[in-house]
């Protein structure tokens, strides 16, 4: 078995690459296949044939954080590709070598947990996917009413946003913000957008220090998901840490619903 490190994968790559994904696919406990779009691949292949037995998909997640995503052919599980390729990586000089490496596993994964264990990774947090559904949205009568300006993706940007004027200098389109125009130019309230077809993701809600605890971040998705609604959307959906309590008290506020646990393991 070869081992090896690409930084960006050739077509030859890619194509096996995506018929282990599809291998992987048709197995009842799968790991996550998100695709070929990583920051770097350990691979596996056999010396003989050239298939690939195996491959360790890493997306880096900040300077010295990496998320990995491994893959093993279903007819090459339990004869040690997997380990072999860790230890390949994490080797001191190689990637990631002795940065943080973390791997997700969801609740019905269960084979995937038990190797968790048996590698010794270690479960530090959980993270909820939440949603939720804008069919038959009707604004809280008791909400505090204000204009939300969106700006949707043209095809030179992936993120849309929304704003509550135009006279914000400081405002890009891929932020969204609600703030009080008679007093403030920057936004108090800020998230990003990415429509999906007819839903939409939401991300890196923030909401300024001084301004938090007013019931800002509420009203301010309360008047997004009106304006989103009466677009067409159907959904709204999110990740959160199981930590950062506030928002997820937040969000469940103002009526999402937990939909999936995404637990994070550190090895």
């Not at 704003?163 to 008679?182: I, K, R, Y």
Request: proline share 6%; net charge negative.
């Amino acid at each position: 078995m070869r081992f090896f490190f690409e930084t960006k994968l050739t077509q030859k790559w890619n194509r096996k690459l995506s018929g282990l994904l599809s291998a992987c696919a048709a197995s009842s406990d799968i790991f996550d296949p998100l695709g070929t779009d990583g920051d770097g691949f350990w691979l596996a292949a056999d010396e003989k044939t050239g298939s690939l037995a195996g491959c360790l998909i890493l997306f880096q997640t900040g300077e010295a954080s990496w998320e990995c995503i491994p893959l093993t052919d279903p007819g090459c599980r339990k004869k040690g590709v997997f380990s072999a390729l860790l230890s390949e990586a994490c080797k001191a000089g190689n990637c990631p070598g002795e940065e943080e490496l973390w791997f997700t596993c969801r609740p019905g994964q269960k084979t995937w947990a038990a190797v968790l264990e048996a590698i010794q990774a270690e479960k530090v947090y959980d993270e909820y996917m939440m949603e939720l559904s804008l069919e038959g949205f009707m604004f809280p009568r008791t909400a505090p009413s204000f204009p939300v300006t969106l700006f949707l993706p043209d095809g030179k940007r992936n993120h849309g946003a929304a704003a509550v004027s135009s006279d914000q200098p400081q405002l890009s389109p891929e932020s969204a913000s609600f703030q009080d125009t008679g007093r403030a130019v920057a936004p108090h309230v800020s998230c990003f957008l990415s429509p999906q077809g007819g839903r939409v993701y939401l991300s890196h809600l923030v909401t300024e220090e001084p301004y938090r605890n007013q019931g800002l971040g509420a009203a301010f998705l309360t008047n997004l998901f009106s304006r989103l609604a009466a677009l067409g959307f159907t959904a709204v959906s999110l990740q959160v840490s199981g930590e950062n309590e506030p928002a997820l008290a937040l969000y469940k506020k103002t009526g999402f619903r937990i939909t999936e646990t995404l637990s994070f393991y550190l090895y």
